[in-house]
T-cell receptor, first 114, second 113 residues
Framework: AQSVAQPEDQVNVAEGNPLTVKCTYS??????LFWYVQYPNRGLQFLLK??????LVKGSYGFEAEFNKSQTSFHLKKPSALVSDSALYFC????????????FGKGTSLLVTP | EAQVTQNPRYLITVTGKKLTVTCSQN?????MSWYRQDPGLGLRQIYY???????DKGDVPEGYKVSRKEKRNFPLILESPSPNQTSLYFC????????????FGPGTRLTVL
């Protein structure tokens, strides 16, 4: 069975500093990994995904994520955080060996302070 | 504009009164899905559909029904709502491969008294 974990409920970062939001996964086959962001009172928006190839994936709004197969991780990163990045971030996984179900983590609240 | 729409956006109802939350997408996506979002639990998949007349259970299907009679619509039906179904519900759609990202609707906040 596929699963994903986001070990931090909240991440606090000062504006201008780098940020990392952590995600680890468990699959039996190959993982298809996604990051989404949710702003207050809004639906989820797609940020980036890893399917295959280069372990460093670049996405929207300056975000990137690094796929690490040995550590089964897919951490979201940004070199310089903005106050407007404050939102709820979700990691999600599909397993190449399973059907089309998509499992989300519990979410990490990112707070960027001025 | 490409979008997923949900109606209603807010709904307060009472236990046992049947309700339907509609979902529609204009992107010709094959795959559609329903999620509920609860504090501390993240998003949990209720049902999904690979195409017309093809549906499958997600992680938390109990108490819910779905149908997919047309490609663009995927209504969520609560035949006898209970207070534990009070939640924020999202519909999503995508093209039907495992590698495609999903597009989400704006959400429906449901309160069952």
């Amino acid at each position: 069975a596929q699963s994903v974990a986001q070990p931090e409920d909240q991440v606090n970062v000062a504006e201008g500093n780098p940020l990392t939001v952590k995600c680890t996964y468990s699959v039996s086959g190959n993982p298809y990994l996604f990051w989404y962001v949710q702003y207050p009172n809004r639906g989820l928006q797609f940020l980036l995904k890893y399917i295959t190839g280069d372990n460093l994936v670049k996405g929207s709004y300056g975000f990137e994520a690094e796929f690490n197969k040995s550590q089964t991780s897919f951490h979201l990163k940004k070199p310089s955080a903005l106050v407007s990045d404050s939102a709820l971030y979700f990691c999600a996984v599909r397993d190449s060996n399973s059907g089309y179900a998509l499992n989300f983590g519990k979410g990490t609240s990112l707070l960027v302070t001025p | 504009e490409a979008q997923v729409t949900q109606n209603p956006r807010y709904l307060i109802t009472v236990t046992g009164k049947k309700l339907t939350v509609t979902c529609s997408q204009n992107m010709n996506h094959e795959y559609m899905s329903w999620y509920r979002q609860d504090p501390g639990l993240g998003l949990r998949q209720i049902y999904y559909s690979m195409n017309v007349e093809v549906t499958d259970k997600g992680d938390v299907p109990e108490g819910y029904k779905v149908s997919r009679k047309e490609k663009r619509n995927f209504p969520l039906i609560l035949e006898s709502p209970s207070p534990n179904q009070t939640s924020l519900y999202f519909c999503a759609s995508s093209f039907s491969t495992r590698v495609n990202e999903q597009f989400f609707g704006p959400g429906t906040r449901l309160t069952v008294l």
